[in-house]
């Protein structure tokens, strides 16, 4: 049964495309909560289906071995696992756990080396602020930051970057980066969710300052202080440009209502065919 058994993990991944190119009515934070999702909820279903035909092609290989497998890890019509499903498997099953391992690593130095440099002003003249999360992170800010921005658009700043950290966002990221990483269909999703995690620190910015337009200049002169011999690099490259529209636009709804209801819908729709296939899959065995 391998083709009900990749179901679940080719619908997962079929949603996480579909929702990097639709627009989405809701307030980024519920945006980013709905892509987050879906991109866990892909992640883990092709991880747990390649481990399954994995494990089954293991079982066809060494039978007797098989025989210690709990009933639940193999297929329930007890058919072999063909080498054309099985050694693809073993393969993208290793690939796999490399790339998990790799991405590990390079987060894991990334903040700790971003934790370090977070007890001092960094000595560039770029503009830049960046939270760090953990016990020893914060707002890691640039000299060429402080001399850019006037006091009210540094309280700007702090409050975007407060947000990233008071929401976790960096766990949001670390899913993206993940799914990116390991599905490379989901590569867009992954951008699109960066860019929502934007949107839900621009607002939270906007509504601590109270004032829509100052952060949207804000946003404008660090980018524009980005800017190099290309004409606005910045703006071109990071969604500066949509940041600043949506700003200047009226404030986005809360979705007090329809957000949890989307964000439930969406984890319970991947959990659900989970475990459809799983039950045909071993009911068909019984005929």
Known sequence: MIWLTVLPAALAVTLGVVL???????????????LATVA????AA?????????????????????ERLPEWALFGDDQPVSAVYGVPA?????????????????WVGEVRNAARTSRTIVESDSPMAMAVPGRGGGVL???????????????????????????????YLALGALAAGTV????????????????WADEDAAEAVGDR??????????????????????????????????LLATPPAKNAVTGPVVLTGAGLTTGFLASVAWQVDHALALL
């Open 213 to 246: 337009s100052l952060v949207a200049r804000t946003i404008a002169e660090v980018a524009l202080a980005h800017s190099s011999a290309t004409p606005f690099p910045a703006f071109a490259d990071s969604g500066v440009v949509q940041r600043i529209q949506a």
């Open 40 to 43: 866990a909820s892909a992640v």
């Open 141 to 171: 800010v640039s000299r060429g930051l402080l001399r850019t921005l006037d006091r009210a658009q540094l309280q700007v700043v702090f409050q975007h970057e407060a947000s990233h950290l008071r929401h976790g966002h960096h766990r």
């Open 184 to 199: 490379p269909p989901l590569r867009r999703l992954n951008a699109r969710l960066r860019f929502a995690l934007e949107r």
């Open 46 to 66: 092709t991880a747990g289906t390649l481990l399954f035909i994995t494990v089954n092609y293991a079982a066809t290989l060494f039978p007797r071995d098989a």
């Open 90 to 106: 073993v393969a993208l099953t290793g690939l796999y756990v490399r790339t998990i391992v790799k991405l590990a690593r390079h």
């Open 20 to 34: 990097s190119v639709v627009p989405l009515p809701l307030h980024p934070a519920w945006t980013s909560r709905l």
